[in-house]
């Protein structure tokens, strides 16, 4: 047997590299360079990473295909520092190069829409999984190790191999944030990776093992977390691009509604086959020249809108807190607010100012990155606490030893809509939601 | 059921503040399992950790219902307390009256976990934690049963705290005699 993995090893040396600007070189083995020639993965070519941000930073341009060449590469590294087998190493990077096949159209924003049509939590790790198991042209290549690349990049197993593709401190995050900030040009992001990387360890447990960080790292990981927070609250939850990516998933409904896109086609739970195939040819240019070619509609005027940058505007905000809300029990309802209830008073102000559902939207924002346990990403992957292993062995949450204490940001109510009616809407919005209007209030 | 709801009732009948996130975590762990509520609890090294209560507990911070306040003791550790404002004990007296049978279950169970443990995130943690892999085992949930794989999590516990683990899900009534 271990001759053979030997041979196997041979023929899979690292054959070419790849430039790239946070790594230098990456290096590809015969197998990882025959996957990048997959159409799943060419794909990704036309899928860009930040979806919108682009309308904000506009270098924000890079692809999920750059990403997952760099996840592929950190993986390889985290597993070299755990001193994983050749094998294990191999199938996690792999799993790097393939764990957002899954993604459509401009991202993660995609995945709501094939949660509103399957009616349950559809994020691109199933479509992924799904991809993986159907894809014919996969299977040929993943012969042999299809199986185990599926259970580790669907998270069955919970083990090392898993969490180094997603737990914490997980390649896809080590690799984005740096790539994010280089992008857009926005330096929050950036962190000693190195420091990071050169501490990862594994703390053995009775259930399974975790990925944690040795004492001697966890100021790196401090930087880490912080640059995560700084990034979300800077470039992923700019309103900016919250509108654009709103007004985009309006204007699928909308196309879905007119039939530009076929929702039996985007629904899993029928055919597979046919989903897969409709779904792989969606990418970030094919969908807009569908809908701006197809539609007659609302849809296709609020693609247009998106790609001229005639964006809708801020008419009203208000934070979630005391100073904007005195009034304890008003204020605990929007802390409880549903989907269906935003809905409900959208359609209310949009009623009164005779706007339509392209022309105005509420949005909910709640800036969901805090600087302790709850690392929630775009990703649905649920987060967990980093772990902290000391000199004398002691393994310790970061949580319950980091100086940083949570970051508060309430959640903030955005109503948007047409320029030109942003003054009436806010007032309208003001007069309904029975609360001064935050934007004007400090425009004054 | 909402889970800041819960969360506000629950800090209410521990008298209106409590120290220590895990310490929330794992009453609301017992909660889950006691109420039946679902608050997607997942395994994790310091046992069952959920992701909702987590963004729970920021919501209400962020819309000054809770208050934070952290010290440091003296192994340079950091201690999060976790305060009812004034609008927060206004809303959990509200509450209170609209969800007594909850809140009535809820101060058991925070009761119970104070006078057996008192603020000890250990042993709270710990009875979790085997709480939750016999569980997810499907294994019988006996006091023998909870010594043997509590022996292999390694954590250094000694016998007497591996006892209050036990006497704790006695308390709560999560764990039996054999038979």
Redesign the interface.
Known sequence: MPKKKTNENKIDKKTISIRDPLYGFIELTRKEKELLNCRVLQRLTRIKQLGHTYIVYPSAVYTRFEHSLGTMHVAGRISEQLQLSEDDTRLVRLGGLLHDIGHGPFSHVFEQVLDEITGETFSHAKVTSLILENNKELRKTLKGIKEELSEILTFIK?DVKCEILSGPLDADRLDYLRRDSYHTGVAYGIFDFERVARNLCI??????D?IGIHEKGKDAVESYRMARYLMHTQVYQHHTRLIAEDMFLRAVRFALDENVLDEDSLNPNTDIDRFLEYFLSLDDNSIQYLIVNKSKGKARKIILNLMNRKLLKRAYIIP???EAIPD??K??K???MKHEQIEKLENEIASKAGLGPDELILHMQ?T?I?L???L?QASNI????I?IKHYNG????I?????F??S????KLYVFCVDKEKERVGKIAEEIIGIKNHYSSREQ | M?S??VMLLMIDAAGGSVE???TLQKWFYFASVKTKLDF?F?????GP?S?VV??T?????????LY?A?RVTRH?????TYTLTE?GK??SA?LRERHNELYQNLKEIVDTCTNVVGNNINILSWAAKVYY?LQSKGKQITYGEIKN?GK???W?LSEDEIDSAVKLLSALKLAKKED
């Open positions: 919970g703390i053995r447990d009775e259930e399974r975790y979630i807190s005391t304890y029990t204020r605990m929007f802390v409880n709640s969901e805090k302790y346990e709850n929630e649920e987060e967990k606490p772990l002691l393994i310790k949450q949580g319950e030893e980091s100086p204490s949570a508060y940001v309430p959640k | 909402d800041s709801i220590g996130r895990t997607g997942i395994p994790h090294f310091y950790y992701e987590t963004r507990l920021n919501d209400l911070i962020a819309s000054d219902f934070e952290g340079d550790r950091i201690i999060y609008d206004k809303i509200d892999l794989i292999n999590l390694g250094k």
